[in-house]
Nanobody, 123 residues
Framework: QVQLVESGGGLVQAGGSLRLSCAASGRTFSNYAMAWFRQAPGKEREFVAAISRSSSTTYYASSMKGRFTISRDNAKNTVYLQMNSLSPEDTAVYYC????????????????WGQGTQVTVSS
């Protein structure tokens, strides 16, 4: 069992930046690929970014590429999401997730989820 706790969300103006953190506990963090997803009101949860166990591979949704950066620190059991050039369309609850199964982009293949952190971008 892996427990995930997100932090770092908040209110930011358009064009601003935020860094989200997700702290993991319970099992060996480096055994898990990690990802960020987000869910806006009335919409399905969507993929944001993913990172492999060793940080050698990263994936991004096309609309986030160039603005968001996923990284991890296995010594601190933490994965990060640096978000720059934020727009109101980025407003959502952001979730981190963990899986032992490759580096998938689908919510269905992640076994462990955090409770989410709210990001609100004002215009």
């Amino acid at each position: 069992q892996v427990q995930l706790v997100e932090s770092g969300g908040g209110l930011v103006q358009a064009g601003g930046s935020l860094r989200l953190s997700c702290a993991a506990s319970g099992r060996t963090f480096s055994n898990y690929a990690m990802a960020w997803f987000r869910q806006a009101p009335g919409k399905e949860r969507e993929f944001v970014a993913a990172i492999s166990r060793s940080s050698s591979t990263t994936y991004y949704a096309s609309s986030m590429k160039g603005r968001f950066t996923i990284s991890r620190d296995n010594a601190k059991n933490t994965v990060y999401l640096q978000m720059n050039s934020l727009s109101p369309e980025d407003t959502a609850v952001y979730y981190c997730a963990a899986t032992v199964s490759g580096v998938p982009l689908s919510t269905r293949l992640y076994s462990y989820w955090g409770q989410g952190t709210q990001v609100t971008v004002s215009s």
